[in-house]
């Protein structure tokens, strides 16, 4: 089947507001990849094991496992990933440095398939080893091919939507990076999996890099409530221009120019739409960015490809291009609707040649994780219990905990405030009146008498 084809050409070129070193990438839930795209990140797995270039996922756990900690160490002045937040500020990297571990093993994938990206897995929703995450198609495979000693939900500390909820609501960035790492919105992907995912080599496990490109989905969020994510250090281990893998030496990266998520050409999509916005194609790492989905991309709102840019959107169901997109004059675009990929038509045979090369990981044992809670690093804020209806067309209840004074605000996804409504020595929160508002996506934040947030959430409009 052929594709069809949208050609935008836009004669305004708006001032760089965004000029990052960009790579590109769309990444959606685990649950919304195309058969396609489970098939082509599967093979892409496997290629990169099996050569003909140094393993990735060999070089990646090694370093992970030897600058895992060194808290209470013969030499506690090296560098490490792990466990410096709150208490040393000047060493902790621990969301920028795993932001650009995954970037760089989603590159590695590009290089085999430009289409795909890094998908998230959702720990807060999906906590069963009969999610087709686990499937033999899809992650399975990788258990007894690689020898991970997985062992899915004999640790059962896996996080909870109203760990994730509360965790959203901490103001100083490094509490909430040291909650983050520490508890189980982190470390329950971690415990849950077990077997290599439970280890220092844990980045041997691909399950890895959907875990953090959920923990990066959880910062991302953080910082577009917040915005005040800032480290002391200038550079990173491995990525402080000297590291050499496979005869390229990786760049010095600063982790306060990593803080947007855009920076790396990544947006996050969410039940079935990806909005892009505020961001301008650079081609950095790719001839080409591609932008693939499956169901809705939204691009507008200073999302610019420039002259002299090459960028495609492809879906499998709808683009829109709304108000503040351009393509420039001199540069390439294309918005396809991908017929081909919608199904299984063009897919190779499943994992050809796995069974012939599986390149196992040695049986040495994975020693596991001792995880550092850091003592007392959540104070006695009431937890949101339920938010309902969601999505919501009238109103919205919130319960808490606990009674409370308190304020409502209700944003659109502009950060306008639309509405607000202050209640008093309550913990069921209505918020009425709502059936005015245009569909879409709206975020509610509940905050104290003196201004504290207590709970950020976002909710739709039917």
């Known amino acids: 089947m052929k594709k069809n084809y949208i050609t935008i050409v836009s004669l305004i070129l708006c001032a760089l507001l965004y000029q990052p070193m960009a790579g590109q990438g769309i990444r959606k839930g685990f649950q919304e990849m195309t058969d396609y795209e489970i098939t082509e990140l599967v093979d892409?797995?496997?290629?990169?094991?099996?050569?003909?270039?140094?393993?990735?996922?060999?070089?990646?756990?090694?370093?992970?496992?030897?600058?895992?900690?060194?808290?209470?160490?013969?030499?506690?002045?090296?560098l490490d990933l792990h466990f410096n937040a709150p208490e040393e500020p000047t060493r902790e990297i621990f969301a920028a440095w795993h932001r650009v571990l995954t970037f760089e093993m989603?590159?590695?994938?590009?290089?085999?398939n430009p289409e795909l990206s890094i998908p998230y897995w959702n720990s807060t929703i999906f906590q069963s080893p009969t999610d087709a995450l686990w499937d033999e198609n899809y992650l399975g495979s990788f258990d007894d091919a690689w020898g991970l000693g997985r062992t899915l939900g004999v640790d059962n500390r896996i996080p909870t939507p109203t760990e994730l909820a509360n965790l959203l609501t901490e103001t100083d960035f490094l509490t909430f990076t040291s909650t983050m790492e520490r508890l189980n919105v982190h470390r329950g992907g971690h415990v849950w999996t077990g077997g290599a995912m439970n280890s220092g080599l844990s980045p041997r496990d691909p399950v890895f890099f959907f875990h953090?490109?959920?923990?990066?989905?959880?910062?991302?969020?953080?910082?577009?409530?917040?915005?005040?994510?800032?480290?002391?250090?200038?550079?990173?281990?491995?990525?402080?221009?000297?590291?050499?893998?496979?005869?390229?030496?990786?760049?010095?990266?600063?982790?306060?120019?990593?803080?947007?998520?855009?920076?790396?050409?990544?947006?996050y999509a969410e039940d079935g739409l990806v909005e892009m916005d505020n961001y301008i194609v650079s081609n950095t790492y790719h001839p080409e960015e591609v932008f693939y989905y499956q169901f809705t991309i939204e691009a507008g709102n200073n999302f610019i490809v420039?002259?002299?840019?090459?960028?495609?959107?492809?879906?499998?169901?709808?683009?829109?291009?709304?108000?503040?997109?351009?393509?420039?004059?001199?540069?390439?675009?294309?918005?396809s609707i991908d017929t081909q990929n919608g199904n299984t038509s063009k897919i190779a045979p499943l994992l050809a040649g796995r069974e012939k090369n599986p390149y196992p990981y040695d049986q040495?044992?994975?020693?596991?994780?001792?995880?550092?809670?850091?003592?007392?690093?959540?104070?006695?804020?009431?937890?949101i219990i339920t938010a309902a209806p969601n999505p919501f067309t009238e109103k919205i209840t919130i319960n808490l905990s606990k009674r409370k004074d308190c304020v409502i605000e209700v944003f659109n996804m502009m950060g306008m405030l639309i509405k607000e409504e202050a209640f008093q020595n309550t913990d069921t929160l209505v918020i009425k009146n709502l059936f005015g508002l245009s569909s879409g996506y709206y975020v509610i934040r509940v905050s104290d008498a003196n201004g504290n947030i207590l709970v950020v959430k976002r909710v739709v409009k039917m």
């Open 44 to 78: 892409a797995f496997y290629a990169l094991r099996s050569g003909p270039g140094p393993d990735l996922f060999d070089d990646m756990a090694d370093f992970h496992a030897e600058f895992f900690n060194f808290d209470g160490t013969a030499d506690p002045t090296r």
């Open 106 to 112: 989603e590159q590695a994938v590009q290089e085999i």
């Open 212 to 267: 953090h490109s959920f923990i990066d989905w959880v910062w991302s969020q953080w910082e577009e409530i917040h915005g005040t994510s800032t480290f002391i250090p200038t550079s990173m281990i491995r990525y402080d221009g000297t590291y050499v893998f496979d005869g390229e030496t990786l760049p010095l990266i600063d982790p306060n120019d990593i803080t947007d998520r855009r920076v790396f050409g990544t947006f």
């Open 306 to 335: 420039p002259a002299g840019a090459v960028a495609r959107f492809e879906s499998v169901n709808e683009i829109n291009l709304v108000p503040g997109f351009e393509a420039s004059s001199g540069s390439s675009f294309e918005a």
């Open 364 to 383: 040495r044992q994975f020693e596991p994780i001792v995880w550092e809670e850091g003592g007392d690093l959540l104070d006695d804020k009431p937890i």
